[in-house]
């Protein structure tokens, strides 16, 4: 999505944040008016995006128009550096449904996914709130690997961030879950020491999802067991009992060949979607998951063979990751592009670059 431009009538020079908040606008609002909140939101037509967003609120709409506007109207306020305000809307959006979130979190920058953990955190009991079906945690893979070489230049040890980033945005893509951003996730689970081990103590577990306002939870190892093979063991978790619903064992070709990635991802992201979709009928929830799932691979298989750099793209991606957890957001940005430049149809490259640039720009 290419950058707007800085300027618009009346309003002085955008801010490099405010360049970050607006380069995407959250998800289209379920009505004209939300959608009109958020378009002029996407616009840069700050003044107006505020107006019908109070007239839009003043009309008293269905909770899930009402969510959509408030995290517009947040975007706003962020994008015009005006905290207090944009803490307010999301207080709102989370009074409206505790279980709303800013999800996917790379369609978003640094800031908003901040400002949502400060107010969820603030306007929660110890941080704690109701466990949502649909929200999905995704913690670490386990790197425990018997072969230590490399993929061409790319180290297999950073093979884990990938596979989290993978199966975070297939499932994001695929389907309506939300998931819990990767350093929210992490940040919980280092807080109250909750390793993979202790999710067989269900208080734990039950603590852990009302943290996350998770109902699901996945996570696993895997081992790199040559130049061609790995193995990948997953688990889901169904944090209000720490049952575990799943565990699925994938073994398969790990080489440079995009059809035979792609195999070995699909069986562990469909077998994940069943998963979840037991917990979303546990708790009444129409299941959609694994449908959705499938529908993303049979659409992938169709262009994967014109993605040469496809898996190469997956081992950028984890350094890109790790340079943005390590706080190097400009050194993150380079490593984007260079994913771009070997997989132009990486939409979350994409996503990523716009969300950053302005933000990184900002901190120099």
Known sequence: MPVLPAVRRGIPLVPALVLAAVVL???????????????????????????????????????????????????TYVALRRQPEAKGSVASMLQTDPTARFSPEYNYPPPVIALYNVVRDSVMTGGEGPMDAKTVAIGDFEDN???????????????????????????AEATDLKIVDRQRTQKILDEIQLSQSSFADPQQAVKAGKLLGAQTFIFGQYMVLSAKKVRIDARVVRTATGEVLLTKEVTG???GDPEKFLDLERSLVEALATGIDQVLSQNGDTPD????????????????????????????????????????????????????????????????????????????
Request: with cysteine; charged share 25%; hydrophobic share 35%.
């Open 25 to 75: 606008a959250p998800p289209p609002a379920s009505s004209d008016d939300a959608g009109s909140v958020c378009g002029a939101y996407h616009d840069q037509d700050y003044d107006q995006a505020l107006a019908l967003a109070t007239k839009t609120l003043a009309s008293n709409p269905p909770a899930p128009q009402k969510v959509d506007v408030y995290k517009c109207q947040a975007c």
């Open 145 to 171: 690997s018997v072969y230590t070489g490399k993929f061409k230049n790319y180290d297999f040890s950073l093979f884990k961030n990938a596979l989290v980033h993978t199966v975070t945005a297939d499932l």
């Open 253 to 255: 070709e790990f080489s």
């Open 289 to 364: 998951a694994e449908k959705g799932v499938a529908g993303r691979f049979a659409s992938m298989q169709k262009t994967i063979e014109k993605r040469e750099g496809y898996v190469e793209g997956k081992f950028l991606t984890a350094e890109a990751l790790e340079l943005e957890d390590q706080g190097k957001y400009s050194d993150a940005i380079k490593k984007w592009r260079q994913v771009k430049k070997v997989d132009p149809a990486n939409d979350v490259a994409e996503a990523r670059l716009n969300a950053l640039t302005g933000y990184a720009m900002n901190m120099n």
